[in-house]
């Protein structure tokens, strides 16, 4: 009998040592992800004050245009490489690529279910950075140098 109560005695230690952990990881979890959209807001609002907009190639309403184009082609669980490498390729100017970083700002990745885990939250670089392979993020460097940036 008194091995029955030392062995509950012990679950119930693990139980609260599980608890406090699962805890500890919610608390980490919510503290990145507010770090990473402070972050991520604050590149947005230095592209916004440096862009030039008389140095732009395409009319403001465009660079909606094209930022709605990188969203649909990163959401989700597969990436539109050509898609994306297209909206990039028309960047001429650094102007270019500063007001598609300010226009694309902070989205969310809306997949849900299993995928919700490796889900993309962020700016236009953090997008990138999670979406692409290494090979596919040399490509878009270059795109960026273009430009006079660096990725």
Same mark, same amino acid.
């Given at each position: 009998?008194?091995?029955?109560?030392?062995?509950? !005695?012990?679950?119930?230690? /693990?139980? &609260?040592? /599980?608890?406090?952990? $699962?805890?500890?990881?919610?608390? *980490?979890?919510?503290?990145?992800?507010? #770090? %990473? =959209?402070?972050?991520?807001?604050? #590149?947005?609002? +230095?592209?916004? !004050?440096?862009?030039? +907009?008389?140095?732009?190639? &395409?009319?403001? +309403? %465009?660079? %909606? $245009?094209?930022?709605?184009? /990188?969203?649909?082609?990163?959401?989700? $669980?597969? @990436?539109?490489?050509?898609?994306? &490498?297209?909206?990039?390729? =028309?960047?001429? @100017?650094?102007?270019?690529? #500063?007001?598609?970083?300010?226009?694309?700002?902070? %989205?969310?990745?809306?997949? *849900?279910?299993?995928?919700?885990?490796?889900? @993309?939250?962020?700016?236009? $670089? @953090? *997008? /990138? !950075?999670?979406? #692409?392979?290494?090979?596919?993020?040399?490509?878009?460097? +270059?795109?960026?140098?273009?430009?006079?940036?660096?990725?």
């Amino acid at each position: 009998m008194e091995t029955i109560i030392n062995i509950f !005695q012990h679950k119930k230690k /693990l139980v &609260y040592g /599980l608890l406090i952990l $699962i805890i500890v990881i919610i608390l *980490w979890k919510q503290g990145k992800k507010f #770090l %990473q =959209k402070v972050s991520s807001k604050s #590149l947005i609002k +230095e592209a916004e !004050q440096t862009v030039q +907009e008389d140095n732009l190639t &395409y009319p403001v +309403e %465009q660079y %909606q $245009i094209f930022s709605d184009r /990188l969203f649909t082609a990163m959401n989700g $669980i597969r @990436t539109d490489e050509d898609a994306v &490498y297209d909206v990039l390729s =028309k960047m001429i @100017t650094k102007d270019d690529m #500063l007001k598609l970083i300010a226009t694309f700002g902070h %989205q969310e990745d809306t997949e *849900w279910g299993i995928f919700r885990a490796f889900n @993309t939250n962020g700016n236009l $670089i @953090t *997008w /990138l !950075q999670n979406e #692409l392979s290494d090979k596919e993020k040399e490509k878009v460097s +270059e795109y960026f140098k273009k430009c006079g940036l660096e990725f």
